[in-house]
């Protein structure tokens, strides 16, 4: 009896390009891999919104949603709104209490609204906010994979993230995390598959472990 095929979908993190999943490689015998791409959000449209406007690109049912960091914010509000087979949120939070303090205090403070986005054109600025610190030696790599860079897009994606109202981990999802990631560093704890020596972008350099292990953590 022929297997029928899994449609894996991948939503990249803020402001990075599909590009990020060019190394994953899923057997094509048992699954297809969709990318997802950022959109430029309505004017004061809600991260639900948004949401349900991602879903009209899914093509498929009983799909798998996989999304990296805000990526993986977004993926679990998705799955609100379509049957999924599985859904993976890697380098992400499970929930508003594993945000980094110093956006939890943003939040109350407003100060995300003060933030130059209009700079973030500069590749050095917008990797450094969406990706951490480690910016120096890999500018290049930057450069290719963080190419949203649009401000509204940007202004809207950090108040998002720092306003998510998730008060409990998805309760059918699969979260990955790097113990090394600086910049969700609260996500290791509680039911979560983690990574030795995963950063934030772990889904780049740690690409041989998600082709070793995602195939049964599909199907599983």
């Known amino acids: 009896m022929k297997q029928d095929i899994i449609h894996v979908y991948f939503m990249p993190g803020m402001a990075a390009n599909p590009s990020i999943f ?3 490689k899923l057997p094509e015998n048992q699954f297809e891999m969709h990318w997802l791409e950022w959109v430029l959000p309505l004017d004061n449209e809600t991260l639900e919104g948004y949401a349900k406007r991602m879903v009209k690109k899914i093509e498929h049912k009983n799909i798998v949603l996989l999304g990296v960091s805000f990526g993986g914010i977004l993926v679990q509000e998705m799955s609100k709104f379509i049957d999924c087979k599985k859904v993976i949120v890697v380098s992400s939070v499970k929930s508003k209490h594993e945000l980094p303090k110093r956006m939890k205090v943003a939040k109350f403070t407003k100060a995300y609204k003060l933030l130059p986005t209009q700079l973030m054109s500069n590749v050095e600025l917008l990797a450094k906010y969406a990706l951490g610190n480690t910016v120096k030696k890999r500018v290049e790599l930057y450069k290719k994979y963080l190419s949203v860079n649009d401000k509204k897009y940007l202004d809207w994606a950090i108040e998002q993230v720092i306003t998510w109202k998730q008060e409990k981990p998805h309760p059918n999802a699969i979260y990955i995390h790097g113990n090394k990631d600086m910049v969700f560093n609260h996500s290791c704890s509680g039911d979560c598959i983690v ?25 599983n």
């Open 22 to 24: 060019e190394y994953i």
């Open 195 to 219: 990574i030795e020596g995963g950063t934030h972008i772990m889904i780049i350099n740690k690409y041989k472990w998600f082709n070793e292990n995602l195939p049964n953590l599909i199907l």
